[in-house]
């Protein structure tokens, strides 16, 4: 992973040493980034402005979005980082908010993961410092989730029921099994050592594991095409396109999970292998994205067709976007 070591100027705000200020952007920095994934269009297989589900729709995305500032805003704000504000506590608190506000299922759970612990370490820094680089967030966020204890851990797994998600089955700590929690307590296993467990089929779980190093990087590439950067080095994108194109870049580089577990390894690879030949194509052509847009709506519309949505892709997309809009990106 390659950052810039620039430092970048989080806000135009005086936080002044004021956590409640600082909270509330880092809260506001996280529902706009939530919003402009899911806006985003043509994003393939995933529900964004011109497509829904039959049972999720754009506008439960929002919903979501706009219900989780009060614990965003608290998760920047914790200072101990344990108890009734854990890790594992605020990632639940999360997926009920949300479904208070939409009744259209797992909008957001694998973005909660990745967003709370994000937020918690932009909240440590920015009521300090208005300047921070990736790598001291991203660093400061690992050692919170390393720090995660049992309750951590049972508070997560009861997320699960709450968000209806769909989960591969493991025979240590099966999520579908009433009696895990039980063994959690035995074992004194923690929420960070559950994603241990996990990070080899699960790309969110991975995030923790390896200091968030997608989303770092996902950070920087927003950060540089919404500069005066070229991807191409020909070209400029808007907003909308730079959203796709860095989903694409992190599809086309990774499993995603979301559709490894729904469906198998074959059918992920196949969907990243065909993000790859897209970006390769808007390189070759360097005309800016309309030259590869018919190409990325007819992904888009294989994907719908076929029920392929790359949940996990779109979760590392936000926390992205969270880091680049927390750094002081606008558009």
Not at 104 to 126: K, R
Request: charged share 25%; aromatic share 10%.
């Amino acid at each position: 992973m390659n950052l810039k070591p620039d430092r970048l100027f989080a806000s135009k705000y005086e936080f002044n040493d004021d956590i409640a200020v600082a909270a509330s952007y880092i809260a506001r920095c996280v529902q706009l980034a939530m919003v402009m994934e899911v806006s985003a269009f043509p994003k393939p297989g995933n529900v964004d402005r011109n497509h829904d589900y039959e049972d999720t729709r754009f506008e439960h995305f929002l919903a979501s979005a706009v219900s989780i500032y009060p614990v965003m805003e608290d998760a920047a704000k914790n200072r101990d980082h344990r108890g009734s504000n854990g890790v594992g506590s605020l990632i639940h608190s999360a997926v009920l908010e949300s479904a208070k506000w939409q009744n259209g299922g797992n909008t957001h759970f694998g973005a909660f993961i990745l967003l709370v612990p994000l937020a918690m370490a932009a909240g440590d820094i920015l009521h300090k410092e208005h300047e921070f680089t990736i790598e001291e967030l991203v660093s400061h966020a690992h050692d919170i989730v390393k720090d995660t204890n049992t309750q951590d851990a049972i508070d997560f797994y009861k997320s699960f029921e709450d968000a209806k998600v769909r989960v591969n089955p493991v025979d240590e700590f099966d999520l579908q099994d009433s009696g895990s929690i039980g063994s959690l307590c035995e074992e004194g296993t923690t929420l960070y050592g559950l994603m241990e467990i996990s990070k080899g089929y699960d790309l969110i779980a991975g995030e923790w594991t390896s200091g968030f190093k997608r989303c770092a990087h996902c950070g920087e590439m927003i950060i540089q095409c919404m500069g005066d950067t070229d991807i191409s080095g020909k070209s400029k994108l808007d907003v909308n396109d730079i959203v796709v194109y860095v989903f694409l870049k992190i599809l086309s580089e990774n499993r995603d999970t979301f559709i490894q577990t729904k469906f198998d390894e074959t059918t992920a690879d196949y969907v990243s292998g065909r993000a790859r030949n897209i970006l390769m194509e808007f390189d070759q052509k360097g005309a800016g994205f309309g030259a590869v847009r018919i190409a990325v709506e007819e992904f888009d519309d294989e994907l719908l067709y076929k029920g392929i949505n790359p949940g996990s892709t779109a979760d590392i997309v936000i926390a992205g976007l969270f880091i680049a809009l927390l750094g002081g990106v606008r558009f």
